[in-house]
């Protein structure tokens, strides 16, 4: 079974820890947690990181990996792999089109003074509040890309900020961009204008050649 890395989001409801001692001598503590999720279901995890801060009945973040369980094929061992900044609760519709529009309220991420990967497509629609289940998706992303590959962690960065990074920067610059349906410059950000007179597509770039469809 592949291992992919996921996000668990939901309140604490057992913590059990159990110490012992490994092959070489190394001490190692287990933590097995009961979380309920924010979707309501119950899962088991474990972890063998820091868990001396934990609390039942903290809502808390992590991300974890699945490993196949021979006994129990329904549900694979959920490995915690590390705690990520908590998020709100989920209680909001995953759909985005149940949200009344929002008072326009300016993407924070914008102000980042970290330059962004891809030029963003500024165009002027006021954005949504921001919708923690998509967030929650964002991040769920953001690891992912991470772990393939494609968002290689700066070095004297920690991984708990590079994700919360990488997930504001797909956040504000994929998930909350207009759909746009044909004919539109992804690469610029505008619309391409058609030509009558050469049955094309395109639109001005300043100083360059124009940018063809
Ligand atoms: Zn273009």
């Not at 899962?43 to 868990?51: A, I, Q, V």
């Not at 997930?167 to 759909?179: E, F, G, L, M, S």
């Not at 746009?180 to 610029?188: D, K, L, S, V």
Request: charged residues 20%; hydrophobic residues 30%; contains cysteine.
């Amino acid at each position: 079974m592949a291992t992919t890395t996921q996000t668990v989001s939901g309140i604490i409801q057992e913590i059990k820890r159990q110490d012992g001692t490994g092959p070489s001598g190394k001490p190692w503590t287990k933590w097995s947690l009961k979380i309920q999720e924010d979707s309501g279901e119950n899962h088991y995890y474990t972890w063998f990181g820091d868990g001396a801060g934990l609390r039942t009945g903290e809502h808390a973040v992590f991300t974890y990996s699945t490993k196949e369980n021979p006994n129990n094929a329904q549900h694979p061992y959920r490995n915690i792999q590390s705690r990520m900044p908590d998020l709100p609760p989920v209680h909001q519709p995953d759909d985005l089109s149940d949200m009344p529009p929002g008072p326009g309220i300016p993407p924070p991420a914008a102000e980042s003074p970290v330059q962004p990967l891809i030029v963003p497509i500024v165009i002027d629609v006021p954005p949504l509040p921001p919708n923690p289940a998509a967030i929650g998706a964002c991040a769920n992303h953001a690891v992912d890309l991470i772990v393939a590959g494609y968002y290689p962690k700066p070095e004297g960065r920690t991984m708990d900020s590079w994700i919360w990074e990488i997930r504001d920067h797909i956040y504000w610059n994929v998930n909350q961009q207009p759909c746009m349906n044909g004919h539109f410059c992804y690469r610029h950000g505008e619309p391409f204008i058609h030509s009558t007179r050469t049955d094309s597509w395109g639109h001005v770039v300043e100083g360059e050649e124009p940018c063809m469809e």
